[in-house]
């Protein structure tokens, strides 16, 4: 006859195995494995926040989720990288809100020029419900949008002249983002836009294809384009917010679990981002004077007269929401 003592102190036994099975081999389940796409290099910004996501969910999910970035476009064009995200063949992807609205148009509404007051005016409305209302929206056009990231604001440099009003755009070929309403918008302002990849646009400056482009001072020093395009003047016309998103089809296929560990992960790197980027702004303002960039400060208000023909157009398409920004207070 067995005793009871001694049928309970095997089943705490077998209990206490199983438990350091469980903990000691808590990676033997099935891994989920994504790929995160960033066109900028390691080091910048954008792409340690998506290392920290990665990070991140590792961690939380005990090892299970295996989140390997590929930086530097090494999965393409911003374009492509977006195409491939669509059809779930790049999982998670950092890109800026212009190029997306090509995909949904609404998107375009964070492009618009000078439609945040501020920094503190976009962070309340990426942060509200409208940011929470266009990210879940991307799921109509195949991704979620997981986190925004910041970018500050976009201004325009070029090789020949200080543009200290869109009058000095005149017969300049400015480079754009591949987004209709950016090539409007500089087109509107008095410059020739010329659509190309992030990517060819250092070659482009250097050979004379273009005369000049526009991006925050970040971009503007880690691509090099400050040495062959010496001219910056910070008219900031569009404070153009970056976001990470998720394949839909991705997705769908995780378990709640991995969701919430994933959307957990991207909302963590956000403040890792927001810290970075203005560390990073201020180091590349610093580099760029000291390489003898002229920096030139220009009165907004021509530029935001300029571009008012922006908004009559997509004013049109989707002033509802223009409203609506403007609005948050
Ligand atoms: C940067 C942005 C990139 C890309 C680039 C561009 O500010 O972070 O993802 O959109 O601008 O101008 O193509």
Redesign the pocket.
């Known amino acids: 006859m067995i005793k009871p003592a001694t049928v309970i102190r095997v089943i705490v036994f077998i209990l206490l195995l199983a438990a350091a099975a469980w903990f000691s081999f808590p990676h033997t389940g099935e891994k989920t494995v994504l790929k995160a796409a ?3 290099p390691p080091g910048y910004p ?1 792409t340690e926040g998506l290392y920290h996501m990665a990070k991140r969910a590792k961690e939380l999910s005990g090892g299970k989720i295996d989140i390997t970035v590929y930086p530097s476009a090494q999965l393409g064009s ?1 374009k492509e990288t977006l195409e491939n995200t669509r059809m779930g063949v790049i999982d998670i992807n ?3 809100c ?2 997306i609205s090509e995909f949904m148009e609404e998107m375009g509404a964070f492009s618009m020029p000078y439609i945040f007051r501020d920094e503190e005016h976009e962070w309340k409305v990426l942060d509200g419900e409208i940011g929470d209302r266009l990210a879940a929206k991307l799921g109509e056009v195949g991704m979620i949008g997981l986190a925004y990231y910041d ?1 500050g604001a ?1 201004s325009f440099y070029n090789n020949t002249r200080p543009i200290n009003s869109p009058a000095d755009l005149v017969g300049l070929k400015i480079r754009t ?1 591949k987004s209709e309403i950016m090539i409007n918008l500089v087109e509107t302002l008095g410059a020739s836009a010329v659509p190309m ?2 990517e060819e646009v250092y070659s482009a400056l250097q050979t004379g294809v273009l005369e000049g ?1 526009e ?2 001072p ?2 503007y020093d880690s691509t090099g384009h400050y040495e062959v395009a010496k001219f910056y003047s910070l008219d900031e016309h569009s404070r ?1 917010p ?1 976001i990470v998103v998720i394949s839909k089809k991705t997705w769908d296929g995780l378990s709640r679990k991995d969701q919430l560990i994933i959307r957990r992960a991207a909302k963590e790197s956000e403040e890792v981002q927001k810290r970075l980027w203005k560390e990073y702004e201020q180091k590349s303002m610093k580099k760029v004077k000291e390489a003898g960039c002229k920096i030139n400060y220009p009165d907004k208000t021509a530029f935001l007269e300029g571009a008012k023909p922006i908004y009559d157009k997509y004013g049109r398409r989707f002033g509802e929401l223009i409203r609506e920004i403007q609005a948050v207070k």
Request: hydrophobic content about 25%; charged content about 25%; aromatic content about 4%.
């Open positions: 960033d066109d900028h954008t911003e950092r890109v800026s212009a190029p970018s976009r983002q990849a992030f482009a991006n925050n970040p971009s153009i970056e």
